[in-house]
């Protein structure tokens, strides 16, 4: 298949590349930036992306759409309005090109994420669970609106939960303060927490696109959600460091504001579309992504 990625030099986006080119499908990528970093993916062809500008999808056969704006960072009102921003205005141009496409890709995988449940308890969520409050959750649906009016015979909405990778993501600044021993759990610990290994992150859209019967939200994290206290410990055991430290919840408000609900809200999500359609994982457990991840 010719696969269109935009963010394709991002988190995600670069190990999407690297496992489709390795796959065999042609991948054209998508980039921000106007100077396309042809020496990343030489064996990809490379488009111009603008939030400005609908995107050229002629002869794609699917188009995955992950560019957007770092959630990471403190959520001041700019802040957000460019999280915001660059999700709905970045989706909209996608849906335009791929209207222009004739014949239109079959497919569109559009990012998003579990903050489109909100806070839930200790509740088990699955894809047809309700949306939640706040920020994100807002953010996410919209998000979602967007990409569904895409003409193609199928979208997906990746609904991801915290992404696991080496060197990016959220891990490139827990990684380090575990590993210097000043780890531990955050507010009451017990809030559930919903993780995927980046490169089981990539591995579901490629899943996506293959298989016909996958549409609709699809929740991009592993089988088993763990509880903070959990995560802390599974982490702390990897780096080989004690985690006795503990950030009170109004802490981690004070000094974060709306961004603590990252780390606070409790989020028990279950990947029933991905192993109802037989994704199989390469890291389907914390233990093994976090030793993958902190070991090295």
Known sequence: MKIGITGATGFIGSELTRQALA??????????????????????????????TPIDASGLDAVVHLAGESILGLWTAAKKERIRKSRIEGTRRVVEGIAAATPAPSVLV?????????????REITEGSPKGKGFLADVAADWEAEAAKAACARVVFLRSGMVLGRGAGAMQW????????????????????SAIHVNDAAGMVLHAIGSPSVSGPLNA??????????FTRVVAASARRPAIFAVPAFVLQLVLGDL???????????????????????????ATAVADVVRR
């Open 174 to 193: 827990i990684a380090p303060v575990f590993k210097a021993g000043l780890g531990g759990k955050l507010g009451s610990g017990q809030q559930w927490m």
């Open 221 to 230: 994290v592993m089988p088993q959600p763990i509880r903070n206290i959990e």
């Open 260 to 286: 603590s609900h990252l780390v606070l809200d409790s989020q028990r999500v279950l990947p029933v579309r991905a192993t109802e359609s037989g994704y199989r994982y390469q890291f389907p457990d914390l």
């Open 23 to 52: 796959a065999g499908h042609e991948v054209v990528c998508f980039s921000r930036n106007g100077s396309p970093r042809k020496n990343l993916f030489p064996d990809a062809d490379w488009r111009t992306f603008s939030i400005d």
């Open 110 to 122: 559009s990012g998003s994420a579990i903050g489109f449940y909100g806070n839930g308890g200790d």
